[in-house]
C-alpha cells in the first residue's frame, strides 16, 4: 500500500504501478477477498491496456481475473478471460508453463459449463505442454519434483473427466503417464542403466 501511494505520484499510469496494484490483487485474493482482488486487477489491467496490450503481463492478468470469475461462479466471464490469455500466450510463448495452466483452467470452466469434449481436448493440450517443459527442465529433482506436484491436479482431472466420458481405458493412460514420467526422472536422477544385462528386445 505504502509502494502504492508513491507510484500513483510519482509514476501514475505506469508498468510499475501496474504491477503493484497486480500484486495487492493477489494478497487479496490469497485472503478470500474476492471484491478486492478483482479491483486491484481490473485496475493494472487499464493501465496495461495502454501501455502493454498483448504483452505477457496482460495475459497474467487476464488469467487471474478468469479465476477469480470462475470460482464466483460466473462461467461465461471466465470463459472470456481465458480465452483472451490463451490468444495472447499461443503467440508470444507457445511452449509456456503459463499456456499450459491456462489451457486447464478453461478446461475447468468449460468441463462445468457442461462442454466436456473441449474440455477434454484442452486437458489433453495441457498435459502435453507440460511434459515438454519437463524434458526441459534442469535443477534438482526435488525442483522437478515440485513443478510437476504443483501440476498433478490436471492429470487428475482430466482422468476424472475421462471417466465420466465412459472412457476409462484413456483415463488410466493418462495416470499412468504420469506416474511413468516421474519413474525415468528418478531412474535419470540416480543414474541407472535399466538396459544393462538386458535383451535388446
Do not use: C, W
Not at 494478497?27 to 498483448?54: C, G, M, Q, S, V
Not at 508470444?92 to 459449463?113: F, G, I
Not at 513443478?147 to 499412468?176: C, I, W
Request: aromatic share 4%; glycine share 6%; net charge negative.
Amino acid at each position: 500500500q505504502k509502494a502504492l501511494a508513491i507510484l500513483e505520484k510519482v509514476a501514475p499510469g505506469s508498468d510499475f504501478l501496474a504491477d503493484t496494484e497486480a500484486n495487492l490483487g493477489t494478497i487479496a485474493a490469497d485472503r478470500h477477498e474476492t471484491n478486492e482482488a478483482e479491483i486491484h486487477y481490473r485496475r493494472a489491467l487499464e493501465i496495461l491496456r495502454k501501455t502493454a496490450p498483448e504483452s505477457m503481463g496482460m495475459a497474467e492478468l487476464l488469467d487471474y481475473l478468469g479465476q477469480l470469475a470462475h470460482d464466483g461462479g460466473d462461467a461465461a466471464k471466465g470463459e472470456e478471460y481465458e480465452r483472451h490469455a490463451l490468444a495472447i500466450q499461443e503467440k508470444l510463448a507457445p511452449d509456456s508453463t503459463a499456456l499450459a495452466e491456462s489451457l486447464a483452467m478453461l478446461a475447468s470452466v468449460l468441463r462445468e459449463k457442461g462442454n466436456a469434449e473441449e474440455s477434454a481436448k484442452l486437458y489433453a493440450e495441457a498435459i502435453d505442454v507440460l511434459d515438454r517443459q519437463m524434458t526441459r527442465l534442469g535443477g534438482s529433482s526435488e525442483v522437478r519434483a515440485g513443478f510437476r506436484g504443483k501440476h498433478a491436479t490436471y492429470y487428475a482431472s482430466y482422468a476424472d473427466l475421462l471417466v465420466e466420458q465412459k472412457k476409462p481405458e484413456l483415463a488410466f493412460d493418462v495416470l499412468e503417464r504420469s506416474r511413468g514420467r516421474t519413474l525415468l526422472e528418478m531412474l535419470a536422477a540416480a543414474r541407472v542403466d535399466i538396459r544393462q544385462g538386458i535383451d535388446a528386445s
